[in-house]
């Protein structure tokens, strides 16, 4: 494997770190994955496409990679405090569905959008009710070494015993005070020592669906303890890499690393990587502010029916326009969009700048089929083995690939100029700079042409899904959403034909 300098902004140093790895060409990495109780929202999104290019570009420079990433389908608590009802249980309760159903029906929609973005499947993908033993036998070896004690049946880490040998802010940067203070009172406060302590296990109220034995008695484990258990399952007691948002950071984040220490006397991680926010036109997304979307409502421009059982594409029931969009957006251009910001800065949606990815990420692929059939000459007027250089540099420095992509228009227009005759490419570096973009554009960022995909690609399953939904339609004799439907993707030059054999569809140059 050819040597780089790969640099990392390690959230734990809070700064730019040389990339070594523990073992020499290997690479164990673990993302905080879904809570699968809802839909995968946008923000997920952005941050599971973060990983998928940081592990597509590991994967690149030769590292055997064992790429982690789990389902939350306990069910996370009410607050980072770890009170209140189990939200896959409350879910369930109130659609009369076993727990488990809600898992399966939201990991199959998160699993359909992660497909759509082209997103890679993890290496391992384990579940937390899978792993109840692991979370058991670390709660209690985490007894044994007199950092968690028991209080009516259930069992809380004891931060103010951990802190007196270790920096329980040393990831966050926050003072103890500061961790106090942001620490709200809530129910069952009164079993804990310390306002800091957090459940490592919980005892089960009658009421509660989800439940398993324990030592302790019929319970279920906190929320912090999963991610510590299977990681140190599967990558052991140090690996290199931990992910997930930024807002993981306060709280889940910094009792992995005192579960951790307390159960294997080590921190857990090398280097910690966060991505950040997303708003929309300036404003944090939220569905408070009503100002949020879900990837199928993205997609198609359409708000999802509150009657759908679920945004997975094969499931949603879509209505009206939505009045966030002005028309939907493949997911190549979203992905594409997201990749023109760097993932540790904020991300900012608005149909202007989506509108200006499309076009761009358009302009991409027609330069890389430009470049299959550009005319060879006997010179070469552009100095592509520097702009490889340039490529992996963007990359090294933290995974930018802002820049990457800044660099690879800047080949764009020499590739049109070629076609213009206006410079020149000869065969051999014609041959090279093939592979290099297919390299860097299809394996590193994860791009595909959508448009010209086939028709087991991502284009021609959401064109078949939203001829159904439009055939629905007009089965319920709902005409306003079948033409709306049919107007909506005119818009995008895409031409829906009704004949005796159903619908076909094609793209209006």
């Not at 034995?213 to 319970?219: I, L, Q, R, V």
């Not at 399952?233 to 951790?260: C, S, V």
């Not at 009503?290 to 094969?314: I, M, R």
């Amino acid at each position: 494997m050819k040597p780089h300098q790969l640099q990392i902004q390690n959230t734990l140093s809070r700064k730019k770190e040389i990339f070594q790895p523990i073992e020499l060409g290997y690479v164990g990495m673990y993302v905080c994955g879904p809570t699968v109780y809802s839909d995968v929202h946008m923000g997920n999104c952005r941050t599971f496409i973060s990983f998928d290019i940081i592990y597509r570009y590991l994967i690149h420079l030769g590292y055997q990679v064992r790429y982690v990433r789990n389902i939350t389908d306990v069910g996370h608590l009410e607050s980072d405090a770890d009170e209140g009802d189990d939200k896959i249980a409350r879910k369930a309760r109130l659609e009369r569905l076993e727990p488990m159903e809600i898992v399966q029906r939201y990991t199959t929609g998160f699993h359909e959008v992660m497909a759509m973005f082209n997103a890679m499947p993890p290496s391992i993908e384990p579940t937390a009710t899978g792993h109840i033993i692991e979370q058991i036998e670390m709660t209690e070896q985490i007894m044994k070494n007199g950092l968690a004690y028991e209080s009516n049946g259930s069992i809380y880490f004891d931060v103010e015993k951990y802190i007196g040998n270790n920096n329980y802010g040393v990831l966050s940067g926050r003072s103890l005070e500061e961790q106090l203070n942001n620490t709200r009172d809530l129910d069952g406060q009164g079993e804990k020592k310390g306002r800091l302590d957090f459940a490592l296990w919980k005892k089960a109220k009658p009421e509660h669906i989800m439940r398993w034995n324990s030592p302790w008695g019929e319970g279920f484990p906190g929320w912090h303890i999963e991610c510590s258990a299977m990681s140190r399952k599967y990558l052991g007691d140090r690996f290199d890499i931990h992910g997930g948002g930024m807002d993981l950071i306060p709280t889940h984040h910094t009792n992995e690393i005192a579960q951790n220490v307390g159960c294997c006397n080590t921190a857990p991680v090398n280097y910690w990587i966060h991505t950040n926010m997303l708003t929309v036109n300036g404003q944090k997304m939220s569905k408070s502010l009503g100002n949020s979307f879900l990837p199928v409502e993205l997609f198609t421009g359409l708000q999802l029916d509150p009657k759908s059982p679920g945004a997975a594409p094969s499931l949603a029931v879509l209505g009206d326009k939505h009045p966030m969009l002005d028309k939907g957006y493949s997911p190549m251009t979203v992905r594409f969009f997201m990749l023109q910001t760097h993932y540790s800065s904020t991300l900012d949606f608005s149909n202007e700048a989506l509108q200006a990815s499309e076009k761009g990420f358009r302009r991409l692929m027609e330069a890389l089929k430009t470049l299959s059939n550009a005319p060879v000459s006997d010179k070469t007027t552009y100095d592509i083995p520097q702009l490889q250089s340039r490529l992996y540099a963007a990359m090294d420095d933290d995974f930018n690939t802002p820049v990457l992509i800044a660099e690879l228009f800047d080949v764009v227009r020499y590739i049109n100029s070629v076609n213009d005759g206006k410079e020149f490419i000869s065969a051999e570096y014609k041959s090279s700079l093939i592979k290099l973009l297919n390299a860097f554009v299809h394996d590193v960022l994860g791009l595909k042409d959508d448009i010209m995909e086939d028709q087991s690609g991502t284009t021609y399953g959401l064109m078949q899904l939203i001829i159904r939904m439009r055939a629905d339609a007009r089965a319920r004799k709902d005409f306003g959403t079948s033409d709306l439907i049919r107007d909506e993707l005119a818009k995008l030059n895409i031409v829906l034909k009704d004949g005796k054999q159903g619908t076909s569809w094609e793209i209006k140059s």
